[in-house]
C-alpha cells in the first residue's frame, strides 16, 4: 500500500482548501417578477410557479 | 474522445434507454406538459421532435416507421391525430424545456417539458422595457443605472411617464398641439427627479464603487440619502 512519505502540514492542507471553498459561489438570484420572492436566474419561481409571466408549474408538482 | 457520442446515456442500457424514451414522449403526447428531470428532458427532446416532424404527413408508412420509437398505437394515433394538426407549419421546434428546480431526495435538477403549440402563451420576455430605453439616447443610460438599485423609488415614475406618452400620443395623433402638451407634461414630471438622479450619480463616481454591481444593498440606500 502506498503511504505518506512525509507529514501533510495544516497549512498545506489550508491553503488548498482556501482555494476550493472560496471559489465556490452562491447560484445568482433575482426577484422573483409575480410575487417577489426570491428565485434563482433561468428556473421557475419555486414559490409561485411562474416563469416569463406565466404558471409553468402547479403548486403540488413543484420541488 | 467523445467524438460522434453525442446524447446522454441516463445510465441506462441501449433497450432501458428506448423504453424509457418511448415512455417519456407517450407521456408528452398524451398529457402535453410533463415534469421529468432535466437530462431526460433534454434527451426527449431530439427524440420526440423528429416523430411529430414526421407525423405531419400521415401515411401508413410514417405511422409505422413512428411507431418503431413511440411503441404505443394510443400515442400514434394522438400524434397523427391531434398533435400533427396543432402543430401545423411549425418548422421543428416543438417542445419547450423550462427548469424548475432541484427536487428534495436527490438534488436532481427537474424540468417541465411541453409541446409549445398546445401551452402557447407569449412569454413576458421583460425586455419590452429594455427595449423601450433603447429608444430614447441620454434617458436609457440612466434609467439603466436607476433599475438596479430596487428599492428605490424613482425608475417607477419615469417608466410610468415614458408609457403614457405615447399612448397619449397615439389617441390623439390629429390634434398636434395637443401631442405636444402631453409631450412636455413628462419631461417636467421627470425634471424634479433629474437633480436627485444626478446626485445619486455623482456619488456613485465619486465613490469609484461599482453601486451597479452591489445591486441593492443597504449601503446603497444610505448613499442615496
Ligand atoms: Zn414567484
Known sequence: ???????????????????????????????????????????????????????????TELV | MRHRNKGAKLGRTQAHRKATLASLSSALIEHKKITTTLPKAKALRPFIEPLITRAKVDTTHNRRQVFRHLRSKDAVDSLFFDVAEVVGDRPGGYTRIIKIGRRPGDGAEMAMIELVDYNDVKPDTGSSGRSRTRRGSGKGRRKKKDSTPATAQEPETPDTAAEETPAAAAETPEAATDEAAVEEAPPTAESTEEPKQAAADDVADADGTDVEASGADPDDEKKDA
Open chain 1, 1 to 59: 500500500m502506498a503511504n505518506p512519505k512525509r507529514r501533510h502540514s495544516k497549512a498545506r492542507t489550508r491553503q488548498r482548501r482556501s482555494k476550493y471553498y472560496n471559489s465556490l459561489k452562491n447560484p445568482e438570484v433575482m426577484e422573483c417578477n409575480n410575487c417577489g420572492s426570491p428565485k434563482v436566474y433561468h428556473r421557475a419561481c419555486p414559490s409561485c410557479g411562474f416563469y416569463r409571466g406565466r404558471k409553468v408549474v402547479e403548486h
